[in-house]
């Protein structure tokens, strides 16, 4: 199916922006996955602090939100290989932390893209991925810097992330089809982050977001899972530590 016709809308263009943008946001994840203590703290200052960062691709003829894209700059310009295995919430914090400072901005990092469900396969992701990197280029950025969440690890769970980044399709592509879409577009993975985000929760909670009991302590697999839960009973609590994958793009002269 081809690409349909949208119109990009950037935060500072919509008041509502985020309240927009929630319906396609949400239930695209995991409902353990909005529970991330970073994302609860800062999460609702990122479209305060940053919404030039922010946008949407609407639909040409309409009011539809065919897909969404966040993101934040960073005060960082170390080595690639010193990227840190916090991932997304290392991004997070040290974005608000650099605004909270003045710092300037260094590079830009995507914290997530989401496609809404009924226009998905449509070239609509790598779409959005240009419009991010059209965006830190405006700001004279020279690299989006991306804590991928690969799609399919969901389905090997038990795999770690250091070998399931190495898989590849026979034309040497990422077996992953997320990491697929960014290398396509001139993105390379970097190195896995496995402790990108952390979940931590009581038992109940867990069994109320997946469905599942969980009749003694140890290790299980859940629905959109990238990893097992650890839940301990004794102590009430399940902790979720998801693996992303470091990839990196370059926008701009460096």
Known sequence: MSLPAFRTVIGTECEDFWAITREVMVPAWPQFMLHDSVS???WPELFDRYPEYQFMLAAADSEAVLAVGYSLPLAWDGA????????????????????????RPRVQCALAVVV??????RGLSAQAIREMQSIGAGKGLP???????PTLKSAYPLTPIERYTTWQTPDGLPFDPWLRVH??????????CPRSMKVEAPEAEWEQWTGMRFPESGEYV???????????RAADVGTYIEPN???CHSIGSS
Do not use: F, N, Q, S
């Not at 809404?116 to 396969?121: K, L, P, T, V």
């Not at 859940?222 to 301990?232: A, F, K, Q, S």
């Open 245 to 247: 994958v470091w990839m």
């Open 183 to 192: 290398a396509r577009l001139g993105g390379r993975i970097v190195k896995p």
């Open 116 to 121: 809404a469900d009924e226009y998905r396969g």
């Open 143 to 149: 690299r989006l810097l991306v804590p991928a969440r």
């Open 40 to 42: 609860d703290r800062y």
């Open 80 to 103: 690639l290989d010193d990227l840190p295995d916090e991932g997304w919430d290392w991004a997070m914090t040290r974005g608000m932390e650099d605004y909270a400072e003045g710092r």
């Open 222 to 232: 859940v629905p959109g899972g990238l990893v097992p839960v650890h839940i301990d």
